[in-house]
């Protein structure tokens, strides 16, 4: 199994945000929230993703898109530099 390739082939909605944009977002998650990489992040998503950042802890949220419940888990994450 390509480990690399888990995101992308993921039928749920999968992504990666900075405080403001989106960074990556699978196939799954193009069509069901209608964004794509380097886009403001949704605002449904906004408030826990700056509560996440700013408590550097999980937050778990509940949102309705198109008549369907999901279930996020936003989990901030380190920064990594690379020399």
Do not use: W
């Amino acid at each position: 199994m390509d480990l690399a390739k888990f995101p992308s082939e993921n039928p749920n909605p999968v992504l990666r945000v900075s405080k403001d944009k989106v960074i990556y977002i699978n196939k799954a998650g193009q069509d069901l929230i209608n964004v794509q990489a380097n886009d403001p992040v949704p605002n449904k998503l906004l408030e826990s993703i700056n509560r996440a950042i700013k408590t550097n802890s999980a937050v778990t949220l509940e949102i309705e898109f198109s008549n369907k419940l999901f279930v996020f888990n936003i989990t901030p994450t380190q920064k990594v530099a690379i020399s």
